[in-house]
């Protein structure tokens, strides 16, 4: 299932689904609301990151988990690496995805 693209003034950069935040180089807050947003639309938040930004991918699943919304637990890390090409040279990039998903109330 296809959600609306979140078009609000954080101007990040979002993937087909609007439950996909592809963390970069911006303040961590900033990831943070933008994964309310998408957890909201969806219920659940894939927050996506490639080098030196990973880290900043796991601050922020750990900030929605644990300070921001409530009954949310992270269903699954997917880690590897890309080709990717800069500058005319091939190199090995790696990646994370983490998946939030809504807990089931006990």
Known sequence: MTLPLFSGPLNLRVCRMASEVY????????????????????????????????SKAVDVAEILRNKTLPNVKLT?????????EAQGKKRK?????????????K
């Open 76 to 84: 699954s890390v997917r880690i590897g690496s890309e080709d990717f």
């Open 23 to 54: 963390v970069g180089r911006k303040p961590t807050s900033t990831y943070v609301v933008a994964g309310m947003h998408a957890f909201n639309a969806s219920g659940r938040v894939v927050l996506k990151a490639r080098g030196r930004t990973i």
């Open 93 to 105: 990039v790696s990646f994370i995805e983490l998946t939030l998903e809504r807990a089931e109330a």
